[in-house]
């Protein structure tokens, strides 16, 4: 079983930046591959980024591309999203999410952090 917990989250005015934090604990973490969800009020839940086992390869969501940067330190257990130029439609909740090695599917969960940007 893999636990996440995330953190960062807050309320930032738009134009600003926050940069959540995900530590997983329960697997070799560099076996696991990671990513970022968000869901906002309404809204389903939607991918934001994702990295891969050894942080070589990374995806993004289009509205947050160039803007959003998402990372990992094996070492630590831990990945990150640094969120720049935030709008007031990132606000959601935020949800980091593993996944096993070979699979396509994140089964694991944080309990999420909310962002809420400001206009």
């Known amino acids: 079983q893999v636990q996440l917990v995330e953190s960062g989250g807050g309320l930032v005015q738009a134009g600003g930046s926050l940069r959540l934090s995900c530590v997983a604990s329960g697997r070799t973490f560099v076996w696991l591959g990671m990513g970022w969800f968000r869901q906002a009020p309404g809204k389903e839940r939607e991918s934001v980024a994702a990295i891969s086992y050894s942080g070589g390869s990374t995806n993004y969501a289009d509205s947050v591309k160039g803007r959003f940067t998402i990372s990992r330190d094996n070492a630590e257990n831990t990945v990150y999203l640094q969120m720049n130029s935030l709008k007031p439609e990132d606000t959601a909740v935020y949800y980091c999410?593993?996944?096993?090695?070979?699979?396509?599917?994140?089964?694991?969960w944080g309990q999420g952090t909310q962002v809420t940007v400001s206009s």
């Open positions: 999410a593993a996944k096993n090695w070979g699979a396509t599917t994140y089964v694991y």
